[in-house]
């Protein structure tokens, strides 16, 4: 790898990149180190020389050659000259062509399951990071760019690189365009209560007649909220507001080294527990109904499971979007996750006091490095041109940091033990934990693309709660979440048949096209109580109006 292509990783990944060729390296000396069978490397490199002399021969013989293609979704050669000059067309066969080869490779590796993912991920972002469209020598809309502009174009595009550095870290959209209450997180509505741990918001009704049971929003502490309520016409905040519920909304604090001591217990009894509360004596309701998203799902469940062992029935339902709860097969965060490293990385946190979010950021960013990091290496700094605006694009360069003590306790019990979704495998706030012994009514909605949420995995722990619907949306983890009813677009599916594995759910599952939100919220209304009169104020006598939407505390920016 060249020093400007590890320089350009490691700015992205902060401390993943410094260990990102560790990683590759440490990968395939394990595999060298092991004795193994060398049919599948002969029988690779044989393909590769028999793929390679089939190219050369068309290049002799003055035909265009294609051996090789792109996977489904890699749209780095869509130009044209990737195929019809012959020059190009050699970078790109050659580049596919070995990577093919280095990917047949690794495949035929004697490992155990967890160190053969761990050497197919780090090979793939080496190639990835090694692609002919990273340079500007071997990419040919770059150096039409530079021709068309008279070389202004690599000017630009060295200021951008410049700026990234100040700044370390990616740019992926024009952040000058957003700013928080004004065109983002805009759903009006007031901090009606606060901690050290959280804000609590209660967002202002839309409707004359709201639901006698308040919704409570549990988003993911490791993002900020308004992934929930972007720009009005893909709010799922205003969707719930404008369905007649009375919506409170937990905006999670973004940590500093002062606050390593918040635990796992807090998040649950001073977060979720506490809005709980603060909830139903504002909305004057005896119970409410939870909706959650991600590792706020995860929360949602310790805290119901608290809530079981006690006997608090005050949650009526409870919504879980992508959430894992059964963390045996965490997907392609997997590789990331293994005593050493994890060990590695608890001692680090505990040195720092946080888990520093924008390496937390880079993390999730490198499970889709070709549109994630190095699309963005291409378009800002080798065509010199500034990253359009989109708002889910400015949210996720908006990351947060994680207290030590909560994060430790997270990734050990979760990921790396699994602890959870055995029963009594934990002790949240004082009590076992049990998921099995929940009875509340819970709605499981994951997506079929997840590659943060496994949709398999997600399902394996939506069949631990007795009570469930399970539903599968189309697209990822962000984008099967966040579709409009009024856009009408992707799919989900419903109604498969439960008990024999998510294969044969999704077989006997009923496809329906559109948005799962009128679904979802037809599911809620059975669970909501009856109909009655808006409230005209936020908040009450004991919990009055601290500041307007969206709070102090979703806008303190990691610097």
Not at 10 to 26: I, P, R, S
Not at 446 to 464: R, V
Not at 481 to 505: C, F, M, Q, T
């Amino acid at each position: 790898m060249s020093t400007e292509t590890h320089k350009v990783m490691e700015m992205f990944a902060g401390k993943v990149g410094e260990e990102y060729l560790d990683n590759l390296n440490g990968a395939w000396k394990q595999l060298l180190d092991r004795p193994h069978d060398p049919q599948g490397w002969v029988d690779a490199i044989t393909e590769y020389q028999k793929t390679s002399m089939e190219f050369w021969s068309g290049i002799l013989t003055g035909q265009t050659s294609t051996q090789s293609s792109p996977a489904n979704g890699d749209r780095r050669f869509i130009a044209e000259e990737w195929s019809e000059s012959p020059v190009f067309n050699y970078i790109k066969e050659s580049y596919l062509i070995a990577s093919n080869m280095l990917n047949k490779l690794v495949a035929n590796a004697p490992l155990d399951e967890r160190s053969q993912a761990k050497l197919e991920f780090y090979t793939q972002q080496y190639i990835d990071a090694l692609s002919p469209t990273n340079f500007a020598a071997t990419n040919p809309e770059v150096i039409q760019q530079a021709i068309e502009t008279k070389g202004q174009s690599l000017i630009d595009g060295l200021q951008n690189l410049l700026g990234d550095l100040e700044k370390g870290r990616i740019t992926m959209t024009d952040e000058s365009a957003f700013t928080l209450g004004e065109n983002l997180a805009v759903t009006e509505g007031a901090v009606v209560f606060e901690n050290e741990i959280m804000q609590l918001i209660q967002y202002k009704p839309l409707t004359e007649k709201v639901a006698e049971r308040p919704t409570l929003i549990v988003p993911p502490c490791i993002n900020k909220f308004y992934i929930l309520d972007l720009q009005p016409g893909n709010s799922f905040v205003r969707y719930a507001v404008e369905q007649g519920q009375t919506v409170f909304l937990i905006s999670w604090v973004n940590a500093e080294k002062e606050q390593s001591h918040l635990s796992w217990d807090n998040y649950v009894g001073d977060g979720v527990l506490k809005a709980v509360e603060v909830a139903k004596q504002i909305s004057g309701a005896s119970k409410v109904n939870a909706v959650s998203w991600c590792v706020g799902g995860t929360i949602l469940a310790s805290a119901l499971g608290v809530m079981t062992a006690r006997k608090d029935t005050s949650v009526a339902s409870a919504t879980f979007l992508t959430t894992l709860t059964n963390f045996e097969d965490p997907g392609d965060l997997g590789v990331f996750i293994d005593e050493a490293q994890v060990s590695k990385l608890v001692q680090q946190v505990r040195s720092e006091g946080v888990l520093n979010g924008k390496n937390l950021s880079t993390t999730f960013n490198m499970l889709r490095s070709n549109d994630l990091i190095w699309s963005y290496v291409v378009n800002n700094y080798l065509k010199g041109q500034a990253p359009a605006p989109f708002d889910i694009l400015y949210w996720n360069s908006d990351p947060t940091n994680l207290p030590a003590e909560m994060y430790t306790y997270y990734i050990t019990n979760m990921y790396l033990e699994n602890k959870l979704c055995q029963p009594n495998g934990l002790e949240v706030c004082g009590e076992k934990v049990d998921l099995s012994k929940i009875k509340t009514p819970c709605y499981f909605l994951s997506c079929i693309e997840d590659h943060i949420a496994p949709w398999k995995s997600t399902f394996q722990g939506a069949e631990t709660f007795p009570n469930h619907e399970f539903v599968l949306g189309a697209s990822g983890h962000i984008a099967g979440v966040i579709n409009p009813a009024a856009k009408n677009r992707r799919n989900y599916w419903l109604g498969g048949e439960s008990g024999k594995g998510s294969d044969h759910w999704l077989e006997t599952a009923e496809r329906q096209d559109g948005s799962w939100w009128p679904h979802w919220s037809e599911w809620l209304k059975k669970r909501a109580g009856k109909q009655v009169d808006a409230p005209q104020t936020l908040g009450n006598d004991s919990f009055q109006a601290i500041e307007p939407a969206p709070g102090r505390y979703v806008k303190k920016r990691i610097n």
